[in-house]
């Protein structure tokens, strides 16, 4: 019998097909991806063709190694299309009947390893804590930069994802709003602490650590889990089980705990699902609601096994064709 369930954090309705069920075996990907070299001389974020981008805005490099030259392990540099700028003049104005402002911001490329054909699920766990550490770095920075309200920080990888480069990378955007979806995160998020006192994402932790059936992997400061309302097969959640609405909170320790965790759950999707295309969403609280008891920092982590058609976006209701339980069944071990 279908079911449609609510996720209670976000109140967004998905449908769990279970008559067209797909056992978790039947998303491996059908063909064998092509093997990658580890660099590629036509790659601009491989070593020894820095002069291709951008001039870095930091990098982790080796003592004695010059800016924008090789020898770097983490380099962070101004993304070449950027959808944001940082010298456009924030100005609101009118277009007739329509509003419009200028597109002001900062938007980056973190180039996560020099190494071409790593990922973060398959990088030594050392190189993944650099990569989180330079989440923390940046977000922090780019929070205190004026008129910004809100950092995301995301990872496509894949074509399905919507990059086509290989080089492992993740982006960040800070924007001067903050957008209606995320604000229609946190009315309903503010709406369920009003009605019960406590945060629905602590309580959702509490629920499934409790009940276990959905929970992938536990550690001392995270867990994650596929939800319970989860819109696509294999949707992850990564969240601190110690309640901090802002990613910026968050000590450079946790940060590598973080890592590991993040590690070894795309390690494991990788391994057994044959490597499939993902979006990674961080998702944190506008920089002013930073420290309010009403929302959580989390990472969602959405495979990109099916494409969401007609009905999704004029519903924005999903069709997930797998069962969250079966999920956290088969990427458990
Ligand atoms: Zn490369
Ligand atoms: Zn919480």
């Known amino acids: 019998m279908p079911e449609i369930r609510q996720n209670r954090a976000t109140k967004e309705w ?12 039947d998303f491996q990907a059908r063909e064998e991806k092509i093997p990658v070299p580890a660099f590629d001389p036509d790659c601009p974020f491989c070593p020894g063709n820095e002069s291709r981008t951008p001039g870095e805005i930091v990098s982790f490099r080796q003592a004695g190694t010059q800016k924008d030259k090789p020898g770097w392990w983490v380099r962070i540099i101004p993304n070449k299309f950027a959808a944001v700028s940082p010298g456009v003049e924030l100005m609101r104005e009118t277009e007739g009947f329509f509003l419009k402002m200028g597109g002001y911001g900062r938007h980056e490329v973190i180039i996560e390893s020099p190494q071409h054909n790593l990922s973060l699920g398959n990088m030594r766990l050392k190189q993944v804590e650099e990569v989180c550490l330079v989440y923390r770095e940046r977000y922090i920075e780019l929070s205190a930069e004026k008129d910004i309200k809100i950092v995301i920080i995301f990872r496509n990888h894949g074509k399905a994802a919507g990059t086509s480069l290989v080089h492992p990378h993740s982006q960040l955007i800070a924007m001067p709003l903050v957008p209606t979806h995320i604000r229609h995160l946190l009315e309903e998020a503010t709406r369920y602490y009003d009605d019960h006192g406590s945060c629905v994402f602590c309580d959702m932790i ?16 995270f867990v994650a889990f596929s939800p319970f309302a989860s819109q696509v097969p294999f949707g992850i959640w990564i969240v601190p089980k110690e309640h901090n609405a802002g990613f910026g909170n968050i000590t450079t320790d946790e940060a590598k705990k973080l890592a590991f965790i993040l590690r070894e759950v795309l390690s494991r999707l990788h391994t057994k699902l044959s490597d499939p295309d993902y979006n990674l969403v961080l998702h944190t609280a506008p920089i002013r609601d930073s420290n309010e008891d009403f929302y959580h920092w989390y990472i969602q982590i959405l495979p990109r096994l099916t494409t969401p058609a007609g009905f999704e976006l004029g519903s924005g209701v999903y069709i997930n064709t797998s069962l969250p339980e079966e999920t956290a069944e088969f990427l458990k071990g």
Do not use: G, N, Q, W
């Not at 509490?206 to 400061?221: D, P």
């Open 206 to 221: 509490k629920e499934e650590l409790e009940f276990k059936k959905r929970v992938i992997l536990e550690t001392e400061s």
């Open 14 to 25: 998905v449908i769990i097909a279970t008559e067209r069920a797909k056992r978790p075996d």
